[in-house]
Structure formats: C-alpha cells, structure tokens
C-alpha cells in the first residue's frame, strides 16, 4: 500500500465502523532522509489481507436496507448516496455479492407484493385506477433507478458476471410484472380502462393521451403489451370499424365516405405516434382498410364511381386511389370499375343517333377527362392508361363505320375556311386528338372514303382554312396508317398544283387567240381514280361558255393526246356583274346560280318550269338554288308569292332594289344536308371496295399455299385485313371465288381448299 508521510490523510467517505475508515489496517513507514534530501513515496505490499470487522456485513446491510426503504417509501435516507455507494464496492470486493443481490430482491420483492393491495378497491372508476397504476409504476420506476444507482458496483460486477442473473432494472420490471400486471383482475382492469379511454378517443371525445403513452409503455417495458393489451385492442378495433362500415356505407354518399376513411386512417396513426406502440402499425392499420374499404370496395365503386368520374372530382379519386392502392385487390377492382364505366359512357355517346351531331366532340371531351383522372388521379398508372385504350376501342367499334364518318366530317369543319374557332396552334392541337380517337377505329376504309368526298370539296370550291393543316393532316394519316392509305389523297393535292400550272399556260394560249373571250375561265382537272365519284349533270350553258369549253377542250388535248375529259358542272362556280338601283355589284355565285341569273338578262319574270326547262338542272337542285337567291340572306330575285320554300308554282323576278353594304357579295348555295342515299352510296362503295381487297388477299395467299383448310384460310385473312370483316362475309367471297375458278373444294375434304392455276 502507498505509505503517506501527512498523518491526517483520510478516505473522501465517512466511516461505517467506529474504528478505521475501511476496515483496512494503515501502517506508516518513514524512510530515512537526510537534511535537504528530497521525499520519497514507498510501495510495499500487505504482508497479509486485511480482514473485514467483525459483523462489518451486517451492520452495512442494515443500512443499506434503511436506506432502500426510504427510497421505497419516498422519505429522506440517512446517509450520504457516496458512502452507501462505497459500502457496496466494500462488500462486493470481499465476496458478499451473492448474499447481496439476494437480500436486495427479498426486499425489492416485499415491497413489490405490499403495493397490488392499492389496486383491490372496487370503488374506484376506471380512469382513476388508470392513474393510480400509472402512479405506481413511476414510483417504481423512479425507486428502482435510485437503488440502481447505489447498488451500481454490484450490477456492473457480480451480476454482468453472471449471465443468468437479471440487472438491478430488469428485476425491478419482473418483479412489477409477477406481482403487479400478471395479477389477473389488475391486468384486466388495466386493459378494460386503456380499452375504454381508446374508444372515448375514437368518439370524438378528449383524454389524457401522456396516461396512456406512460402505461402503453409500461406494458411494453414488461413484455406484456402483445398478449394483454394488443390482441384485444385489434378485436375490439376490428369490432368497431367492420360496424361502423357497414353503418356509414349505408347513411354517407360516397365522397363523404372516403373522406371519413381517410381521417380515421390519419386518427390511427396518429395514435400509433402518440401512444400506441410502433409494432401494432402495420396490423393496426390494415384492419382499418379491411374493415372500412376492403369489405365494401364493390359497394363503394357500384355506389360511387360513375358519380365522381361524371362530376369529374378529380380529389376524391385521387383519394379513392389512393386508399384503394393500400388494400389488397383493391387496384384490380378499381381497374375493372373504370374500364367498364368507359365502356358503358362511351357507347351511350356512340351508340345514340340522337347525339350523333355531337358525337366527335363529346368523344374528344371524355377523352380529355378520362386522361385528365389518369394523369391526375391515378398517378398514370400504366394499366389504367392500357384499360382506358381498351375501352376506347371496345365501345368506339359497337357501332359500325358511323364514327369513322363522323370523325371525317369533324375534321372536315376545322379545316373548313370559315372555322375561325382556333389559331393554327390550337388547329394543330385539335387535329392530334382525333388522330387518338381515330387509332381506336377499326374501319379506316370508311373514314377515308368520306374524309376524300370533303377534301374534294374543300380543295375544288377553295374552302380549305390553310394548306400547311391540310398536309399536316395528311401527314398525320400517313404516319398512321401508311403510305397507301394517303396515296389518293396525296394524288388530289398533286392534281391540283398541276391544274395551277395548266391554268398558267392555257391564259398565255388565250392571248394568242384571234378572238379573246372576255370570261376568264379556270379549270381544275382531276384523276379520275383520285377523287370521289360524282354522277355527271348535263345542264344548257349559254353559248359563250360553251365556246370556251370547246376552246380548253382543244388547247388541253393538244397537250395530252388520248385522254378523255368529263366536265362536272355541279362543282363550278363564277363572278358575276350586276347593275342595281343602288350601282354595280360582284355576285360569287355557283355554276347553278349563274345559269338562273343570266336568264333574267333574256326576260323580267320566270316560272319554276320555265327556269328548269331553260337551263336543265335537276328538280331538286334548281329548287334549293331559287331558294338560295330569293329566299336567302342577299335576296338578288323576288319571289311570288312569298315565302321560305320554293313550290312549283312560284314565279321569280330581278330584284332591282337589292343593297348591299359590300361591292362583292358572295351567296351560298342553300346547303342540302347530306342525304341517307348520298351516305348509303358512300358506304356501299367502301363495302364494295372491301370485297375487292377480301377477294385479292384470297387469291394472293392460295397463290402461294396452294393447298389450305378453310379454318387456316380465314385466320390468314384476319392477318392481312385491315378492317373488320365477319365470317360469313368471308364464306361468301370465297364461294364467289370457287364459281369463278379461281379455287376449288377437295373432292374428299370439302373443307379444303386448292388454288386452281
């Protein structure tokens, strides 16, 4: 031991024993010094271990009771936490260890087992019990920390040693949960009120949530909080939320619902954070989507979808995705609702004649919105988005060939010059919707054949909005659907460019001629197999244009030997000059039109009959063309009587009084809407064109199989066709074929065919 010279050196604790400050004998030794010589500190060893006083450990083990009993009973202890400290290092260095920490549990145990009398009254509410175990358990907690902290030598010593043997604190926790929550009536008790304060919580109602975090914790702390506490808090939350689904679904629309579904989602976690322990989050939170979504997502979708998407709430699908995407199933169920609403809208819109002159536009417009809950709500989900294009194509294709129409004759009013609806950016944009709404059609054929009859007329009466969205358009086709299917379109932008060239050269041949004309006459010339068919009209022009004729016929010819012209009058046009009261005016008026005014040249009043056998238009024509010069809004004839509607009986004369703000004033032709019989014959030549493409696809895939059974012959054929076609329109044009001898049946197997060379 180090030797000390000061002889009033003593130990920073008080004594414990009357005689020494440790029990330890001090010898001193002074080493001989001479005078000026300097200290020095000698280290000897004990020549024998120095022996503990007699009843030393009891003595030091009363105090040490004293002093935990004052902790427990929360009263002032009598000495120094740094001396009892040591008292323990003391006895622990001299192998009292064992005996210690047993005597330290007896104790702890006694006191433990006196506080479960508290929780025995009856009298007691269930949130003051609540507080009083809750009270209980700090003070123990509290009371166990302090003996920790004395008795801290042992823990880190004799009991870290000793694998088998709990720390001061987890002794104190298992002694609290054998005595205290283990004890059957306490524990219910204590769950029953944390049960009930919970579902005070859940109805609305405010309650001391630190109580609960505190005694949540303590059944986590003691390793109870699975057993007695979670099992049945999710029954009774199950219990709760399966009844109040079924109430809720039954008196709340289904926004309303969701929302609900939301906040008691939210109220949840936010317990799960404040009290609740973290492990019962994922079971916790899947009973509240089992309960209030997954037992009623077809009742919800059934009840509320087509409302949300008609009204296009676009937070409360956002929302309905968003809860459904945490239930299991629940995005399949939602995917199929969707699919089948735009099925059924869809078809409402396609399939009903009476929205027919809407369609289009209506079918652009839920297109929008349909994409718009996709982008938006669905957070564009890729199955959503290939659910959507499904449906477009299931239901755009119910009705036969009427769509494709309808789409060609839309296009054909924004292309229209008179559309000043939108700039050339925004044309751009409404020509791309379609082309999407066009991808979904099945009988292009038919599109093309009614969008060519409107190009024609665009392009031969100049009323094309601009040339660069006509090609962008045909571009736009092209792109789509090949190079074959815009050939023909394509060809009528070319022969009109020719034409402009033509028209150059034939002013130049005029004004060589001995006898200039003094009409200005242009001509288009059209392929024939470029351009819609058009039934050809003899009508009596006057002389004049009748030389001119004669005159383009000539000059034309002599450029290109062989080849046939067919004039088309029901496509011309002219200026006129006119001399009112009121001064000169320019009439731009249809060939038709041009033909009953230059009578009134000839006489000053004319009768239906008369007008008809002069210029021999067709009954019908002539009828809208009188009506549109006498009955329109530039009213150039008067009609007798008077009226909207021409009869055969009504005679017209020159309008000498007319005026007009405008020199040159064009008047329409009274527009005949398209006839059943014009659409019919539009239709009947795609169907007949269809024939010609099934017969062709035919022979070309006998040419090269020579040998084939009917069943692969058709799937052949729906390989290589290009718009819908039935089986037994199949059957037939192969039945023609075996007539023509383009094919025959096996003599032994009537179901196969061979190609007859």
Same mark, same amino acid.
């Given at each position: 031991m180090?030797e000390?010279t000061r002889?009033?050196?003593r130990t920073g604790?008080?004594?414990?024993?009357?005689?020494?400050t440790?029990?330890?004998?001090?010898?001193s030794?002074?080493?001989?010094?001479?005078?000026g010589?300097s200290?020095k500190?000698?280290?000897?060893?004990f020549?024998?271990?120095p022996r503990?006083a007699e009843?030393y450990?009891?003595?030091?083990w009363?105090?040490?009771?004293d002093?935990?009993?004052a902790?427990?009973n929360?009263?002032?202890?009598?000495?120094?936490?740094?001396e009892l400290?040591q008292?323990?290092?003391?006895?622990?260095s001299?192998k009292?260890s064992?005996?210690?920490?047993?005597q330290?549990?007896?104790?702890?145990?006694?006191h433990?087992q006196a506080q479960?009398?508290?929780?025995r009254e009856?009298?007691?509410?269930?949130l003051?019990?609540?507080k009083r /175990?809750?009270?209980c358990w700090?003070?123990?907690c509290?009371?166990t920390?302090?003996?920790?902290?004395i008795f801290?030598f042992?823990?880190?010593t004799?009991v870290l &040693?000793n694998?088998?043997l709990?720390s001061?604190?987890?002794?104190?926790?298992?002694?609290?949960r054998?005595h205290i929550?283990?004890?059957g009536?306490?524990?219910k008790?204590?769950?029953d009120?944390?049960?009930?304060?919970i579902?005070?919580?859940?109805?609305?109602?405010t309650?001391?949530?630190?109580l609960?975090?505190s005694?949540?914790?303590?059944?986590?702390?003691?390793q *109870?909080?699975?057993d007695?506490?979670?099992?049945?808090f999710l029954?009774?939350?199950?219990?709760?939320?399966?009844?109040e689904?079924q109430r809720l679904?039954?008196?709340r629309?289904v926004?309303?619902y969701l929302?609900?579904?939301?906040?008691?989602?939210?109220?949840? !976690?936010?317990?799960i954070?404040?009290?609740?322990?973290?492990?019962t989050?994922?079971?916790?939170?899947n009973?509240v989507?089992?309960?209030?979504?997954?037992?009623?997502m077809?009742a919800?979708?059934?009840?509320?979808l087509?409302?949300?998407?008609d009204?296009n709430?676009?937070?409360?699908?956002?929302?309905?995705?968003h809860l459904f995407?945490?239930v299991?199933?629940?995005?399949?169920t939602l995917?199929?609702f969707?699919?089948?609403?735009?099925k059924?809208f869809?078809?409402?819109i396609?399939?009903t004649?009476?929205k027919?002159?809407?369609?289009?536009?209506?079918l652009?417009?839920?297109?929008?919105?349909?994409?718009?809950?996709?982008?938006?709500?669905?957070?564009?989900?890729?199955g959503?988005i290939?659910?959507m $294009? @499904?449906?477009?194509e299931?239901?755009?294709?119910?009705?036969?060939n009427?769509?494709?129409?309808?789409?060609a004759?839309?296009?054909?009013s924004?292309l229209?010059a008179g559309?000043?609806?939108?700039?050339?950016?925004?044309?751009?944009?409404?020509?791309?919707?379609?082309?999407?709404?066009?991808?979904?059609i099945?009988?292009?054929?038919v599109?093309?054949?009614?969008?060519k009859?409107?190009?024609a007329?665009?392009?031969?009466?100049?009323?094309?909005?601009?040339?660069d969205?006509?090609?962008?358009?045909?571009?736009k086709?092209?792109?789509e659907?090949g190079?074959?299917?815009t050939?023909?379109?394509?060809?009528?932008?070319?022969? /009109?460019?020719?034409?402009k060239?033509i028209?150059i050269?034939?002013?130049q041949y005029? &004004?060589?001629?001995?006898?200039?004309s003094?009409? @200005?006459?242009?001509?288009?010339?059209l392929?024939?197999?470029?351009?819609?068919?058009?039934?050809p009209?003899?009508?009596?022009?006057?002389?004049?244009?009748v030389?001119?004729?004669?005159?383009?016929?000539l000059?034309?010819?002599g450029k290109?030997?062989?080849?046939?012209?067919?004039?088309q009058?029901?496509l011309?046009?002219?200026?006129?000059?006119?001399?009112f009261?009121?001064?000169?005016?320019?009439?731009?008026?249809?060939?038709?039109?041009?033909?009953?005014?230059? /009578?009134f040249?000839?006489?000053?009043?004319?009768?239906?009959?008369?007008?008809r056998?002069?210029?021999?238009?067709e @009954?019908?024509?002539?009828?809208?063309?009188?009506?549109?010069?006498?009955?329109?809004?530039?009213?150039v004839?008067?009609? !007798?009587p008077?009226?909207?509607?021409v009869?055969?009986?009504?005679?017209?004369?020159?309008n000498?009084d007319?005026?007009?703000k405008?020199f040159?004033?064009k008047?329409?032709?009274?527009?005949? $809407?398209?006839?059943?019989?014009e659409q019919?014959?539009?239709?009947?030549r795609v169907f007949q064109?269809?024939?010609?493409q099934?017969?062709?696809? *035919?022979v070309?895939? /006998?040419?090269?199989r020579k040998?084939?059974?009917h069943n692969?012959l058709?799937?052949e054929?729906?390989?290589q066709?290009?718009?819908p076609?039935?089986?037994?329109d199949l059957k037939k044009?192969?039945?023609?074929l075996?007539d023509r001898?383009?094919?025959?049946?096996?003599?032994e197997t009537?179901?196969?065919?061979?190609y007859?060379?």
């Amino acid at each position: 031991m180090a030797e000390d010279t000061r002889p009033d050196k003593r130990t920073g604790f008080s004594p414990l024993t009357e005689h020494n400050t440790n029990g330890i004998a001090r010898t001193s030794a002074l080493a001989p010094s001479k005078t000026g010589a300097s200290k020095k500190l000698v280290i000897k060893n004990f020549k024998d271990r120095p022996r503990l006083a007699e009843n030393y450990t009891e003595d030091t083990w009363l105090k040490l009771r004293d002093a935990v009993g004052a902790i427990q009973n929360s009263t002032s202890i009598k000495y120094n936490l740094e001396e009892l400290y040591q008292a323990v290092e003391n006895l622990c260095s001299y192998k009292v260890s064992p005996t210690l920490y047993k005597q330290l549990r007896q104790v702890c145990e006694d006191h433990v087992q006196a506080q479960i009398h508290q929780f025995r009254e009856e009298s007691l509410d269930n949130l003051s019990f609540l507080k009083r /175990m809750n009270r209980c358990w700090q003070d123990h907690c509290r009371q166990t920390i302090m003996i920790r902290s004395i008795f801290l030598f042992l823990d880190r010593t004799y009991v870290l &040693q000793n694998s088998l043997l709990p720390s001061i604190w987890d002794t104190g926790l298992e002694l609290f949960r054998i005595h205290i929550v283990s004890d059957g009536a306490v524990q219910k008790r204590t769950v029953d009120g944390i049960l009930e304060q919970i579902e005070l919580e859940r109805n609305g109602e405010t309650i001391d949530r630190s109580l609960l975090r505190s005694l949540l914790g303590m059944l986590s702390d003691l390793q *109870v909080y699975k057993d007695s506490f979670e099992e049945r808090f999710l029954v009774e939350t199950n219990r709760l939320y399966a009844a109040e689904g079924q109430r809720l679904m039954q008196e709340r629309d289904v926004p309303e619902y969701l929302h609900h579904v939301a906040r008691r989602l939210e109220e949840e !976690n936010d317990r799960i954070v404040n009290y609740l322990d973290l492990s019962t989050q994922r079971t916790l939170i899947n009973c509240v989507e089992k309960q209030l979504l997954g037992e009623h997502m077809t009742a919800v979708l059934q009840k509320g979808l087509s409302t949300l998407l008609d009204e296009n709430r676009v937070t409360e699908l956002t929302l309905l995705y968003h809860l459904f995407s945490k239930v299991k199933g629940g995005l399949s169920t939602l995917l199929q609702f969707w699919r089948d609403y735009i099925k059924s809208f869809g078809g409402e819109i396609v399939c009903t004649p009476e929205k027919d002159k809407d369609m289009v536009q209506d079918l652009l417009d839920f297109k929008d919105k349909m994409d718009n809950v996709a982008q938006s709500c669905f957070t564009r989900n890729e199955g959503f988005i290939n659910a959507m $294009k @499904e449906a477009f194509e299931t239901f755009i294709n119910k009705r036969p060939n009427k769509p494709a129409e309808l789409i060609a004759k839309y296009v054909d009013s924004k292309l229209r010059a008179g559309n000043k609806e939108a700039t050339e950016e925004e044309l751009e944009r409404i020509l791309d919707k379609i082309m999407i709404i066009f991808r979904f059609i099945h009988g292009k054929d038919v599109f093309e054949a009614f969008y060519k009859k409107d190009l024609a007329k665009r392009l031969l009466v100049g009323k094309s909005a601009s040339v660069d969205a006509e090609k962008s358009m045909l571009s736009k086709l092209k792109h789509e659907c090949g190079a074959a299917f815009t050939s023909k379109l394509e060809g009528m932008f070319k022969d /009109m460019e020719l034409s402009k060239d033509i028209m150059i050269q034939f002013k130049q041949y005029m &004004q060589n001629q001995s006898e200039p004309s003094n009409i @200005e006459l242009t001509v288009n010339i059209l392929t024939m197999g470029y351009w819609p068919s058009y039934t050809p009209m003899e009508v009596h022009l006057p002389p004049e244009m009748v030389k001119l004729q004669e005159v383009f016929k000539l000059f034309y010819l002599g450029k290109h030997s062989g080849r046939k012209l067919q004039w088309q009058p029901t496509l011309g046009h002219a200026v006129l000059k006119a001399e009112f009261k009121e001064g000169k005016k320019e009439l731009q008026v249809s060939l038709f039109q041009t033909l009953v005014l230059l /009578m009134f040249n000839e006489g000053e009043d004319f009768s239906v009959e008369e007008i008809r056998a002069a210029t021999g238009i067709e @009954e019908g024509e002539l009828k809208r063309t009188l009506q549109s010069l006498a009955c329109g809004k530039a009213r150039v004839l008067n009609k !007798n009587p008077r009226g909207k509607d021409v009869e055969d009986g009504d005679r017209f004369n020159f309008n000498n009084d007319f005026k007009h703000k405008l020199f040159r004033i064009k008047i329409n032709q009274i527009q005949m $809407k398209e006839t059943v019989e014009e659409q019919v014959s539009t239709t009947e030549r795609v169907f007949q064109d269809r024939q010609y493409q099934i017969d062709a696809a *035919v022979v070309r895939i /006998m040419k090269m199989r020579k040998t084939l059974s009917h069943n692969l012959l058709v799937s052949e054929l729906y390989n290589q066709l290009k718009f819908p076609v039935k089986p037994g329109d199949l059957k037939k044009r192969i039945e023609s074929l075996i007539d023509r001898d383009y094919m025959e049946r096996d003599k032994e197997t009537p179901n196969q065919y061979h190609y007859v060379a």
